[in-house]
């Protein structure tokens, strides 16, 4: 399922980080979610993923897919990936 998605590399690209940032942000107020629980049922913890709401750190390819299924949005969603919305 990932191997469409080994082109992106999170960890790259101010605009990749800044639009997950903002995305995340975005589905978490949407869907009434609560970062603890979301960390949780990730298995990483509360702080990593204070991060990553932050734009501190970004979550590898792996870790962005496994919050997406836990929010309930695509990847592309999740990311709002630019590429595929041109296709």
């Not at 993923?49 to 836990?70: G, M």
């Amino acid at each position: 399922m990932l191997k469409k998605y080994n082109h992106i590399n999170f960890r790259e690209g101010e605009a990749i980080k800044g639009v997950f940032r903002n995305r995340i942000k975005y589905w978490i107020k949407d869907k009434g979610l609560i970062q603890k629980r979301i960390a949780e049922k990730m298995g990483v913890s509360e702080q990593t993923f204070h991060k990553w709401c932050k734009n501190v750190t970004q979550p590898n390819l792996e870790e962005a897919y496994v919050l997406s299924r836990i929010i309930g949005v695509s990847l592309e969603d999740l990311c709002e990936f630019e590429e595929n919305k041109e296709k």
